[in-house]
């Protein structure tokens, strides 16, 4: 039987630990037997912490292709993404393309997909903040409009898609990095990243900042920075090469703050157990949220709205914007999760559901 040819485009980090938990399922049967999965790499993300280290704890496959595109001005990374892409799909031909999340390389790949006629399936469809000046939600509205199989990682990316008339090849099947963070749960025993770094168990706060929201205004982020400085916790805070660069630029060492100990970017692993003993999590990171809410530790976000809209009814995450005094505020708050729901993003086996729509979908062309 000819297997089912399907190429999986990724580029940056969140998607590499997104495509962990498709391309894990897919070295079992049956989904070994019967698909022929190919991977592109655009190349986004390209720091060894940012790309590499990734591969390497999750035991992910090399790339086949990789495009090395780089940062450069969003415009022109899409450009010379698709014109890559472009390449490798009139190369293969596949069945089947698989875009995950919302980068610049999601809607690269899914507008390239879509000039040659490929079918697209989104993993991790109809997610939406219903704010068209964030460069996510642009891709993400614009790979929904042109995909086929939509894989949606909670009930209300299912209804966000019904509310713009998509109910067709809507599926609910759960979060694919809820699937990775239980599978890795067995790798987490024993981490020495908290002595690495001096720090005892629930006596630290972790942040990450990278959302173009945060770093456009970055005079308010340095606000956020000295007023987190009065505090006595350390901060342990990995910084997003983006954050860096513009930090960089408007000449902040975040060394000046004593408190806050700025490190490059960690691995994954190593980020989950930062998550798990942190006393709180300061983000604006989509992937963070959920993470917190599955270590069940309390989070602030620094954003007005999120996404994941569930979370905010758990009260695990407070929204706080760029809001310095809601900010303390929620710092000092004792927070307790209410309503603890682990089924709210699938049970796990994600990817099983989605390998086996891609299947039944393939049998019908
Ligand atoms: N992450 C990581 N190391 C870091 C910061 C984040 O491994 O130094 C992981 C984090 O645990 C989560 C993912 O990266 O799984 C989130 O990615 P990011 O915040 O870049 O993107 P977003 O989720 O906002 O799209």
């Not at 999750?58 to 086949?64: F, H, K, Q, S, V």
């Not at 993993?123 to 509205?141: K, Q, T, W, Y």
């Not at 917190?292 to 530790?297: I, S």
């Amino acid at each position: 039987m000819k297997k089912v040819k399907i190429i999986s485009i990724v580029g940056a980090r969140p998607q590499f630990i997104k495509l962990a938990a498709v391309a894990e399922r897919m070295s079992f049967e049956p989904f070994r037997k019967t698909f022929l999965h190919i991977i592109i790499h655009t190349g986004q993300h390209y720091d060894y912490e940012m790309s590499k280290i990734f591969f390497q704890e999750l035991n992910l496959p090399e790339a086949d292709y990789h495009l090395e595109v780089k940062s450069q001005l969003p415009s022109e990374q899409i450009g010379r993404m698709m014109e890559g892409i472009e390449k490798v799909l009139l190369k293969e031909r596949p069945d089947i393309v698989v875009v995950y999340g919302d980068t610049n390389t999601t809607v690269a790949g899914a507008i390239s997909a879509a000039h040659l006629k490929i079918p697209i399936a989104h993993i991790e469809a109809g997610l939406r903040s219903f704010r068209r000046d964030m460069p996510e939600e642009i891709n993400r509205v614009l790979t929904d409009r042109i995909s086929s199989l939509f894989f949606c990682p909670t009930k209300t990316a299912v209804q966000n898609l019904k509310r713009e008339g998509q109910t067709k090849n809507v599926y609910f099947v759960g979060d694919v990095m809820y699937d990775v963070f239980l599978s890795v749960q067995k790798c987490l025993k024993q981490r020495q990243i908290l002595n690495t770094l001096g720090v005892c168990k629930k006596h630290y706060l972790l942040m990450t900042v990278h959302r173009k929201e945060n770093l456009r205004m970055i005079k308010n982020l340095i606000k956020i920075f000295e007023c987190l400085a009065t505090l006595k916790e350390t901060i342990i805070f990995p910084v997003h090469p983006g954050t860096q660069r513009c930090l960089n630029e408007a000449g902040c060492d975040v060394k000046k703050f004593k408190n806050i100990k700025a490190i490059k970017p960690i691995g994954y692993l190593d980020m989950l157990y930062l998550e798990k003993n942190a006393r709180k999590i300061i983000t604006d990171s989509g992937g963070v949220q959920k993470e917190a809410y599955w270590n069940k530790t309390p989070c602030i976000v620094l954003r007005d709205e999120t996404e994941w809209k569930e979370l905010t009814t758990s009260k695990c995450v407070i929204l706080v914007g760029n809001d310095e005094k809601k900010l303390l505020s929620a710092l000092n708050k004792d927070c307790k999760i209410h309503r603890y729901n682990d089924k709210i993003f699938g049970n796990g086996n994600a990817a099983d559901k989605i390998l086996d729509k891609i299947l039944e979908w393939s049998y019908l062309q």
